[in-house]
């Protein structure tokens, strides 16, 4: 009987934990799978992608609306806070928050990436084109310097 009892606390407790697991959990999009209607409304997520250059707007106090783009589709991102000092147009970051009823992405968080060359996997993955090279040429930087973003859904 202390056995069956011991289980089923165990059983009950890992149950929680998952629950609780499942409920935290933020999953990775790019502004395609938003386009494309892919991802959950009203649910907490990651967004990735490229800032659009000319696309960042500063309203009153620190509010800032941008365009983060995946080479392929794009969406308009809103954020109320100080921005991280490496955010600038063509810069690839990555943003916490939620998607509105409008299409936009309110987002609370707002990371940008240290290293040039670093990006996320799953955003890695999908830029790549048939030929294995990278779909966001016009987004790299040049000698140190954005390139001009090309045209953009």
Partial sequence: MWIAALLGGIAIAAALGFTALRKNMM?????????????PKHAR??????????????????????TLADCAKTVQVRYEGILPDLFREGQ????????????AFKADEVLAK????????????????????????????????????????
């Avoid at 999953?27 to 991802?39: E, G, I, K, M, W």
């Avoid at 997520?45 to 941008?66: A, H, I, K, N, P």
């Fill in 27 to 39: 999953y990775f999009y790019t502004p395609s799978d938003l386009v494309a209607q892919n991802a």
């Fill in 45 to 66: 997520l990651r967004l990735g992608g490229l800032v659009e250059r000319g696309s960042v707007q500063r309203g009153d106090g620190l509010l800032v609306s941008f």
């Fill in 92 to 103: 690839g970051i990555v943003a916490t928050g939620m998607l509105t009823d409008d299409g």
């Fill in 114 to 153: 240290h290293d040039e060359n670093y990006m996320p996997p799953d955003l890695a993955s999908s830029l790549k084109t048939a030929d294995g090279k990278h779909s966001c040429a016009p987004f790299k930087s040049v000698n140190g310097n954005v390139a001009s973003a090309g045209a953009v859904e």
